[in-house]
T-cell receptor, first 114, second 112 residues
Framework: DVKVTQSSRYLVKRTGEKVFLECVQD?????MFWYRQDPGLGLRLIYF???????EKGDIPEGYSVSREKKERFSLILESASTNQTSMYLC?????????????FGEGSWLTVV | GDSVTQMEGPVTLSEEAFLTINCTYT??????LFWYVQYPGEGLQLLLK?????DKGSNKGFEATYRKETTSFHLEKGSVQVSDSAVYFC???????????FGAGTRLFVKA
């Protein structure tokens, strides 16, 4: 089975801290994604990557950056955390460009910024 | 741009009731359509999908048919169980695109 692993399930950080959310997938997928999920808003795409060292902005990239140094690992970085970034963050991957490809999700990281 | 609209929740049903969650989409070209499910405390997982018009996706008693003429992909189940309580997301992925567009999600509660 495909596995997408997010290193931290629950985090509490202070305003202004730098936050790293790590994600690893074990199926050699080309594409990786970071979403945030908020009640009533569904999933919103923050960034995605279609290859090592490549990244593209999603719908809400402001306040975030990403890093993909290895194919299996995709990190989300909050340079200076703010309270409006309190949310559930979901990492995902899928095998290649194409309309019919299923996305595989990690279990999510709940981030609270105080 | 592409978009997905699904019925607002929450939807509350008694066990063994019939379920319909409506989903309509706007897209150029010929997208693939998906239903994902999110159980409490977990990430999303694929429930079913359909990649072309008139295809029917099915899994775990759930079904949805890709209707191009009405741009719809409604989710149905004949008899829900308490264990079906979850949030259901309709989604589309367009040909040649990297992005999957998700609806806002519909929360389902099933009472025993």
């Amino acid at each position: 089975d495909v596995k997408v692993t997010q290193s931290s399930r629950y985090l509490v950080k202070r305003t202004g801290e730098k936050v790293f959310l790590e994600c690893v997938q074990d199926m050699d997928h080309e594409n990786m994604f970071w979403y945030r999920q908020d009640p009533g808003l569904g999933l919103r795409l923050i960034y995605f990557s279609y290859d090592v060292k490549m990244k593209e902005k999603g719908d809400i990239p402001e306040g975030y950056s990403v890093s993909r140094e290895k194919k299996e690992r995709f990190s989300l970085i909050l340079e200076s955390a703010s309270t409006n970034q309190t949310s559930m963050y979901l990492c995902a991957s899928n095998p290649s460009q194409g309309a019919g490809n299923t996305i595989y999700f990690g279990e999510g990281s709940w981030l609270t910024v105080v | 741009g592409d978009s997905v609209t699904q019925m607002e929740g929450p939807v509350t049903l008694s066990e063994e009731a019939f379920l319909t969650i409506n989903c309509t989409y706007t897209a150029t070209g010929y997208p693939s359509l998906f239903w994902y499910v999110q159980y409490p405390g977990e990430g999303l997982q694929l429930l079913l999908k359909a990649t072309k018009a008139d295809d029917k996706g099915s899994n775990k008693g759930f079904e949805a048919t890709y209707r191009k003429e009405t741009t719809s992909f409604h989710l149905e189940k004949g008899s829900v169980q308490v264990s079906d309580s979850a949030v259901y997301f309709c989604a589309l992925s367009s040909t040649g695109g990297f992005k999957t567009i998700f609806g806002a999600g519909t929360r389902l509660f099933v009472k025993a």
